[in-house]
């Protein structure tokens, strides 16, 4: 477990306003971690919408599979979230340890379980022992100055080495409504750590299918436009609960896609998830370096996002980063590995501002030291114009540091 | 420059019988290193035939492209490979490069450019001084005793740590054939030592067909079931060349896939690639432990295949091995990102001889300190059940450490 905090992390946590209709506790229920908090719960106001995306793992944990059971146009009226253990690879006794938990939430909280969404995150393969909820549920107090929103993003952490919070005020109706998120996750994925989570929270009242629309487009211009280590968690999960509480301040529900009230919810929902995102990269297990990598002029955008991710996930890109090297051979190698359209002949290549290649060829004005400088900055944004078609795409990742090997290598024992 | 040799080397080199129909000569043209051979000359018996295979990069060095165009059908005449520079990403000028090479060792050797074949491994993006070779090929002597094999596989290396030779000898027709192989590589594919090359020589006479399918199938089974690092060069090129010296030994041609002898030559060219596969993994940049990774009852080959690489890439699988932890919950994560069809439920994973996990849940005979005494092995074997089906795939990896960061974070500087 790393002690230390990213050198990449954020200077401050932002401000989180108050979103009427939710509040938090968080326990210690002693899952694996000594002297911290390892459960978070959530309570929910009656008519919570809630909207899910989950990883494509076909190795899923049990919370996954329970969350995506009870998604459909239901409403929400809890989450409980658990770091140390994952529930995942547990077989029966995982299903068990699911049902266990919702029906302790459902008797603390007086609630149907079928409302209660679970989350957990920790070491794979390891039964749950879900009674330890039990224990610490019916002594919670619940809350939400910015002190409860801190301590709920702390809760959910494992490897992470700071909190991650993020938020977004918009006017609807002439009122202010906000967008809240916590995340966790440090490297991309980190399985024993299974390992993505994340939570956001709005007083809009929204409909399930706008609210599960507004997320899953989201979800791919944010979290899955990242990459610590191309690895894909059994656990992953990002859950979007509406409280529709502002409705108590005259802001109308929004009900349809075609409302121009979705565009402004969506723009600042991306907002805060991509700030979550970033923050999940700048916590990568040994990042030194936060990588913004944007191709441009693909054949499409799916073809420009899988050249993105195929250069963010090239160990040889990544540990060139590390290195502070300018090696635009290795793009040129992850750009031909990608399998996608690409014309050697008509690659342009850049690091920060300085074009590095052109045409196939090394830029003629290539200045090693103007390309060396760039990858000095902790900020390093490469770019490739493929000069084929329209398609366009950014992701982020983080360099691959001895560090990340230490800590991936010793995490178990 | 690594200057140790990788603790997992061969602890010997083979002897190499001779093939009638090749020569070879070395030569230090200085393309990039000081005080060692970087020109690999090889004359080939009129007659000779040719296969290849080469990178799936759609930025194909311009060697690649020269050889690519010249395999139909056609005999080989002469085989020039240099290390030091790539030639890839080099525009009009990689083309002029090549056209230079080729009519250096024509006039040299008195051979038509059609049936000259060019390799080149080295720095991306660099022009190739291709005229350097002409003052160093009129001076060549041919050879081809243990020595010459030897040398022969010196001059082509860059990161690699020691030389690669393998051979396997058959009977055909009451006649010895035999079947030499070098190679050179050192991570799957680090780009910019740009970068699989291996060259095979046989004295059978093969036509090119049969010559072209044993040699793609073969791949399959050794050169593409290998990962250092997922990572792919603009370079990887396989050339197999039959000289048919051994038809002065009574030994008819093999010119039909149902000839009986072909599936003899096609098991020995089997030998020979796995070998130079293994010995390739063996050198992988910073490796420590030779991994090999089964995967069973797949729904079919290729699916085995990809799950079987899913988990041979994975960082968080190779940083375990890195650490001897016997991290099984890794080999799930991986298992479940493949996309590829695989049942929680019905999984079970190996590590050597002790079985891990069975039926989605940790064995529950599980003992760590058995599982973590396979770890401490130098040849590690991952197997994994899926009880699917009948297909199943072995790959072949090594684990990921701090030296491989250091080797590729520092190469260009």
Known sequence: MSTTVSPLAPKSYPDMPEIQGVQFATAAAGLKYADRTDVLLATLAAGTTVAGVFTKSRCTSAPVDWCRDRLDGGNACALLVNSGNANAFTGKKGKAAVELSADIVSRALDCPTDGIFLASTGVIGEPLPAEKFAHVVDDLTFGQDGQAWLDAAKAIMTTDTYPKLATSSIDLDGETVTINGIAKGAGMIAPDMATMLSFIFTDAAISNNVLQDILSVETGSSFNAITVDSDTSTSDTVLLFATGSARG?????????????????????????????????????????????????????????????????????????????????????????????????????????????????????????????????????????????????????????????????????
């Open 249 to 413: 301040r005259g802001v109308e529900p929004v009900s349809s896609l075609d409302d121009p009230r979705t565009e402004v919810l969506r723009a600042a929902l991306r907002d805060v998830m991509q700030d979550l995102a970033h923050q999940i990269v700048r916590d990568g297990e040994g990042a030194r370096k936060f990588v913004e990598i944007s191709v441009e002029r693909a054949e499409s955008d799916e073809s420009a996002r899988k050249i993105a991710l195929s250069i963010a996930n090239s160990p040889l890109v990544k540990t060139a980063v590390a290195g502070e090297d300018a090696n635009w051979g290795r793009i040129v190698m992850a750009v031909g590995k990608a399998g996608e359209p690409a014309d050697r002949d008509r690659l342009a290549i850049w690091f920060g501002d300085v074009r590095v290649a052109v045409e196939g060829e090394r830029d003629p004005d290539y200045s090693e030291d103007a390309a060396s400088a760039v990858m000095k900055e902790e900020n390093i944004i490469i770019r490739v114009d493929l000069g084929l078609g329209d398609g366009h795409s950014t992701v982020w990742t983080c360099d691959l540091t001895k560090e990340y090997v230490a800590i991936n290598g010793d995490y178990r024992s």
